[in-house]
């Protein structure tokens, strides 16, 4: 599976920014696909997530500002960021949890490049 990460950039405090991946290859594998961001000198946190099925998820800190959804094409997903606020300044990644039968269900996790997001006035 390849990822293929957009957008991201420099906004203001109470902006508006639209990340967009596209998913290649193995999409018939993926269980879901999910955003995370890694601020400087932090681990990397998950952000938002959305199921095969359209289940969504949320970390605590997004919920009510952040959106993710499915494109057109079940491979792209979209996260819509309103209210954007300094701490939510990090490198976002792409990723796409996969999952392999092999006697069980195995998780792959694959990996987009990151895209810089940067709230600040």
């Known amino acids: 599976v390849q990822l293929q990460a957009s957008g991201g950039g420099l906004v203001q405090p109470g902006g508006s920014l639209t990340l967009s991946c596209a998913a290649s290859?193995?999409?018939?594998?993926?269980?879901?696909m999910n955003w995370y961001r890694q601020a400087s000198g932090k681990q990397r946190d998950l952000v938002a997530g959305i199921t095969s099925g359209g289940s969504t998820n949320y970390a605590d800190s997004v919920k009510g500002r952040f959106t993710i959804s499915r494109g057109n094409a079940k491979n792209t997903v979209t996260l819509q960021m309103n209210s954007l606020k300094p701490e939510d300044t990090a490198v976002y990644f792409c990723?796409?949890?996969?999952?392999?039968?092999?006697?069980?269900?195995?998780?792959?996790?694959?990996w987009g490049q990151g895209t810089q997001v940067t709230v600040s006035s």
């Open positions: 990723n796409a949890d996969t999952r392999v039968w092999r006697d069980a269900w195995i998780r792959y996790d694959y």
């Open positions: 290859g193995s999409i018939f594998s993926i269980n879901a």
